[in-house]
């Protein structure tokens, strides 16, 4: 009995030895220990007074700054005081389509509120001066040389005066590993990115190739997602509501976690790979429009998921980059009969162009190539030549419908 009493620990202690698969404690929290429950989404604080609509006109660059702020005792606080203050208001009441009064009123404020982006609409003032006591956030090159001169927001991107970001013409990309969205998976997130780079690739000479393994400070642009402070950026997110991402002058895009971004297929939320191209435009050097339709509208506008770049953002992005040049082998129209879903007959026409080994899809409803494309031509065409055909010719009558692809030499 005394031996088995001496063995039993011994046994209990040699099942406790086995290397059981565990995960150590975080040797570090906060101090109030919030980091160990997942913190519930931030709203934004709505804009309601003089004193918030001050620093939202100081924020986004309508006025000069907080002195310029200081409302008359003889006049109702919604009233802001001093020609200064007034032609703020007016200048920003007068884009937004509103009865340019200089007073904060009710529809002013409404659209104060809106979801937009945190990149100033018109060139912003210094974030901090040698005599602000507070320590100085890491120094960032803000959009401030993209953007257009004081004196007032160019109605269209094609006076805005931005400059071109970037002088060559294929870029690197990735999604920061330490700030991908809480909301959507890595891959949703990655797949949605690569969308927002090829829209803007398909209107201009660019490429955008996503780098995973190159150091970090060798990236052309990087993207993360963060709440309040984040990411050592020295603005600070304010919650769900208002400013939902910014970016920054050749590089860096941050996304606000706290706002409820959905994929494209979603007809729910804020669109991230509308907020993605927004932005990334910003990047390349476009500033902030007002013309309907356009991507760069500072605030977001709720529409289908579907979505294409407007012609001024084209036209805006290809005066910066050029447009997309060289010619093509063959280009033509594939002319078919289908029956639609009640059986009826139906002519409908695809136009294709080849180069090389390549074809594209050109989609004439939407005015664009196929998301995907260009494609090798033996992946979409079997028995034709893989590469540098020269002319297509389809013979279409009332007995015949043959078609014939032709590569040949010219003597």
């Not at 031996?3 to 404690?25: D, G, I, K, N, Y």
């Not at 109702?76 to 703020?88: H, Q, R, S």
């Not at 509120?113 to 090159?141: F, Q």
Request: charged share 25%; aromatic share 12%.
């Amino acid at each position: 009995m005394l031996a088995f009493s001496v063995l039993c620990p011994t046994l209990l202690l040699s099942c406790l030895a086995v290397p059981w698969p565990a995960q150590a404690e975080t040797l570090f929290h906060s101090r109030d220990r919030s980091d160990l429950e997942p913190s519930p989404l931030r709203r934004a604080k709505p804009i309601t007074d003089l004193h918030a609509a001050q620093k939202f006109l100081s924020r986004y660059g309508w006025s000069e700054g907080p002195s310029a702020w200081v409302p008359s005792p003889k006049e109702p606080a919604a009233a802001p005081a001093g020609p200064t203050l007034a032609e703020a208001v007016r200048r920003f009441q007068r884009v937004n389509a509103l009865p340019a009064s200089g007073k904060l009123d009710a529809a002013t404020l409404e659209a104060m509120n809106r979801p937009r982006c945190g990149v100033p609409d018109t060139r912003l003032p210094a974030l901090s001066t040698p005599s602000d006591p507070r320590p100085r956030a890491r120094s960032k090159r803000f959009l401030q040389m993209l953007l257009p001169r004081p004196g007032g927001q160019q109605e269209d991107s094609s006076d805005s005066g931005a400059m071109r970001a970037f002088s060559k013409k294929t870029l690197t990309w990735r999604l920061v590993g330490e700030a991908y969205s809480s909301q959507l998976s890595v891959d949703e997130q990655r797949y949605i990115f690569r969308l927002a780079f090829r829209m803007w690739s398909e209107v201009t000479p660019l490429d955008f190739r996503e780098d995973l393994t190159a150091p970090g400070a060798t990236v052309d642009i990087k993207l993360g997602f963060g709440r309040g402070r984040h990411l050592g950026c020295p603005r600070v997110f304010d919650g769900s509501g208002q400013e939902f991402a910014h970016a920054w002058h050749l590089g860096d895009i941050h996304f606000d976690d706290d706002e409820h971004f959905t994929p494209p297929t979603s007809d729910t939320g804020i669109s991230l790979l509308k907020v993605a191209v927004h932005e990334i435009g910003h990047v390349l050097g476009l500033p902030h429009t007002y013309r309907m339709g356009s991507i760069m509208q500072p605030n977001y506008i709720p529409q289908k998921p579907a979505f294409e770049l407007d012609w001024s953002d084209r036209k805006a992005i290809q005066r910066l980059y050029g447009s997309c040049e060289g010619s093509f082998d063959t280009a033509f129209d594939w002319i078919r009969k289908e029956r639609n879903q009640y059986g009826e007959v139906m002519v409908r026409f695809s136009t294709y162009f080849f180069r090389n080994s390549w074809y594209w899809l050109y989609e004439n409803r939407n005015n664009r190539t196929r998301y995907g494309d260009p494609l090798p031509i033996l992946t979409g065409w079997h028995g034709i030549p893989a590469r540098k055909i020269d002319a297509f010719v389809h013979i279409w009558t009332w007995r015949r419908d043959e078609r014939y692809f032709f590569k040949g030499i010219c003597i």
